[in-house]
């Protein structure tokens, strides 16, 4: 099993990034897919959720209206629009699986760094 996260980089407040998450080792389509974030000092949170076919999709209040989770199956890829950034959202993203395909398994993450 193995995660993939890029897109990340330093963005100015009201910015966008678009990150990917390349997933393999498992069936990608199997499995609901979610973008998590840690934030220094903080414990990681769910940031977005998203069901097998694409057409469920759940967020944390402080990213609704905001972020865009979304998959694309045939490519094992998982992506989050992120639009109006701010400070707040500043942490390593990371994508995993429910159940976790991987167990205790992550990926290195992507740098998200809104700043001016």
């Known amino acids: 099993v193995q995660f993939v996260e890029s897109g990340g980089g330093l963005v100015q407040p009201g910015g966008s990034l678009r990150l990917s998450c390349v997933a393999s080792?498992?069936?990608?389509?199997?499995?609901?897919m979610i973008w998590y974030r840690q934030a220094p000092g903080n414990e990681r949170e769910l940031v977005a959720l998203?069901?097998?076919?694409?057409?469920?999709?759940d967020y944390a209040d402080s990213v609704k209206g905001r972020f865009t989770i979304s998959r694309d199956n045939a490519k094992n890829t998982l992506y989050l629009q992120m639009n109006s950034l701010k400070p707040e959202d500043t942490a390593v993203y990371y994508c995993?699986?429910?159940?976790?395909?991987?167990?205790?398994?992550w990926g290195q993450g992507t740098q998200v760094t809104v700043s001016l």
């Open positions: 995993n699986g429910r159940p976790k395909p991987g167990g205790n398994l």
């Open positions: 080792g498992f069936t990608f389509s199997d499995y609901v």
């Open positions: 998203i069901g097998v076919t694409g057409r469920t999709t």
